[in-house]
C-alpha cells in the first residue's frame, strides 16, 4: 500500500527503540522473507492491548513468535496460546519466546487453525483474538474461534487491506491472489456491519481491523461467516 514517505518516516521515528532481542527478530524476518507485523501496525495493537489489559489472548499464525513475544512483553500477567502448523516455525518460536523471557506463558498449539479449534476450546475462553495466518481463511478462522471470546473482547485481524490491493491501489498480481482479496473485502464488510461487534479498519501497517464483541451469539452456528 503506498503511503506518504515523509509521513511513515516520521511517524516511525517516534517510535521508541524495542529490545536487542526483539530487533534481532526483526532482522531474522527480514532476512529470511519471514511475514511478521509491520512495526506501526503492531505498536497500535500493543497500545490497545495496554489499555484493555487483557490476560488471555489467543493468536492464529505464530511464524516466528514475534507478536505473541511482544504482546506477552506488553502484559506481564497474561498467557497466550498460539497456534502453528509449521513444525520448524513453531520449534524456533517457542526458542525465540525462551530467549526473551516469556516461554513459560507461551503456548503453542500445534495444527492447521482450521482443524484445531476443538483443542482450542479447553483454554478458551479469551480476551483476545488475533488473526494472522492464511488471508483467504480469515471468515472460517472467525466463525470458529469468535465464539470462544468473552463479551467485551478484542478482535485484531491483520493485513484486511493486503499491499493496497483490497482498496484497489494496486492490481492483485495472480487469479489466487485476487481470489483472496475478494475474501478479504467479503471479511471487512462483514465485520463493518454486523450488529454483534462494533469495529474501526485502522490504516496503520498493512491494515488493522480493530473489533469489539458486544454480544454473544443467541443461536447456534456461525454460517454467516463461512468463506465464499
Not at 520448524?88 to 503453542?108: D, L, Q
Not at 476450546?121 to 468473552?150: C, Q, T
Amino acid at each position: 500500500m503506498k503511503k506518504n514517505e515523509k509521513t511513515v518516516n516520521y511517524h516511525t521515528s517516534l517510535i521508541r527503540k524495542r529490545s536487542d532481542d526483539i530487533m534481532a527478530l526483526e532482522q531474522i524476518a527480514k532476512k529470511d522473507n519471514i511475514p511478521i507485523m509491520e512495526i506501526d501496525g503492531i505498536e497500535t495493537m500493543l497500545q490497545f492491548l495496554r489499555v484493555h489489559q487483557s490476560q488471555r489472548i489467543l493468536e492464529i499464525g505464530t511464524a516466528i513468535g514475534y507478536s505473541g513475544i511482544r504482546m506477552l512483553q506488553t502484559l506481564p500477567e497474561a498467557e497466550l496460546y498460539t497456534i502453528e502448523r509449521d513444525e520448524i516455525r513453531m520449534e524456533n518460536a517457542v526458542e525465540n519466546a525462551v530467549k526473551c523471557g516469556v516461554g513459560s506463558r507461551f503456548h503453542v498449539i500445534s495444527g492447521d487453525a482450521l482443524n484445531v479449534h476443538e483443542t482450542v476450546r479447553a483454554y478458551a475462553p479469551f480476551d483476545v483474538l488475533f488473526i494472522d495466518a492464511a488471508k483467504g481463511h480469515y471468515s472460517s478462522f472467525f466463525s470458529l474461534y469468535e465464539p470462544m471470546l468473552k463479551k467485551d473482547g478484542l478482535i485484531f485481524s491483520d493485513n484486511v487491506l493486503f499491499k493496497g490491493m483490497v482498496a484497489g491501489e494496486v492490481k492483485p498480481t495472480s487469479r489466487a491472489v485476487n481470489s483472496m482479496v475478494k475474501k478479504i473485502r467479503s471479511f471487512n464488510k462483514m465485520l463493518m456491519d454486523h450488529p454483534r461487534f462494533t469495529s474501526v479498519l485502522l490504516p496503520v501497517g498493512d491494515g488493522l481491523m480493530v473489533t469489539i464483541k458486544k454480544e454473544e451469539l443467541k443461536r447456534e452456528g456461525c454460517e454467516q461467516y463461512e468463506d465464499t
